[in-house]
């Protein structure tokens, strides 16, 4: 059985208190772990039939590749999130997924889905919000990048990943460990590297974070939440992102 340290079982726990039946229920996802290293792509674009995962440890990202060799990164996953399974109900995967770092990864397959979806339909529910909240996620990412300026996309991103991250207790209201570089950030963030370095020096200069050394650090959470407008209500997580 998926013990109570599963960074799924946490995320879930977020949206529904669940029964001791339905943490055994989540076991059957319990299935022997696959390690990726930095380099080796889970899914490809394009490829039939992908294999769906949920993300233990380690951080990937999803990516489109334009036919200028351009690449576009739709986001970013972090423990306890599921990897693909848009692809697996498509049964063609729409986008790539590369490691940011090394990660374990669990599958699952469309049985094992059925059965849950079959055998406890509260577990269910709270499957459907957390990925409904992904999905929201991206949406929100597409309001920064037509709408917000340098500053807000920036601070509202590190904002946003703080309070994903603290559902699954890999943050606090202080800070984060993030192994991201500016070219991920550039890329996901639609700005050139050098843009990126000259907003993150303008946030740390005016005391309001810092990102250094892969390590994300809140100086004055409250300014930073009021210049990127932020507000968790679109994750469904009520006070997740500070206690």
């Not at 709270?126 to 917000?148: C, F, I, P, Y």
């Amino acid at each position: 059985m998926i013990d109570v340290q599963n960074p799924l079982l946490s995320k879930l726990s977020a949206f529904a208190t669940l029964t001791n039946s339905e943490r055994a229920s989540l076991g059957r996802f319990d299935r022997p772990r696959r390690c990726f290293e930095i380099g080796t792509d889970l899914m490809r674009e394009g490829e039939k039939n992908s294999t769906a995962y949920i993300l233990l440890d380690g951080w990937v990202l999803s990516y489109k590749l334009l036919r200028s060799g351009e690449r576009q990164i739709v986001d970013f996953q972090v423990p306890g999130d599921f990897l693909g399974l848009r692809s697996l109900l498509l049964r063609t995967a729409d986008h790539s997924i590369e490691p940011v770092t090394p990660i374990i990864a669990v599958e699952i397959g469309m049985t094992d889905l059925l059965r849950i979806f079959r055998e406890s339909p509260r577990l269910a529910a709270a499957m459907l919000w957390a990925l409904s909240t992904d999905g929201a996620v991206v949406v929100e990412r597409l309001v920064s990048l037509g709408r917000r300026d340098a500053i807000e996309r920036v601070a509202h991103f590190f904002l946003e990943l703080g309070a994903r991250l603290k559902v699954v207790g890999l943050a606090t209201g202080d800070g984060y460990a993030c192994p991201l570089s500016q070219y991920h950030l550039a890329d996901a963030l639609g700005l050139s590297a050098v843009h990126i370095n000259r907003v993150l020096r303008q946030l740390r200069e005016e005391e309001l974070m810092t990102f250094r050394a892969g390590k994300v650090t809140f100086d004055n959470f409250d300014k930073l939440v009021q210049i990127a407008q932020f507000d968790t209500a679109y994750m469904d997580h009520g006070g997740a992102a500070r206690e």
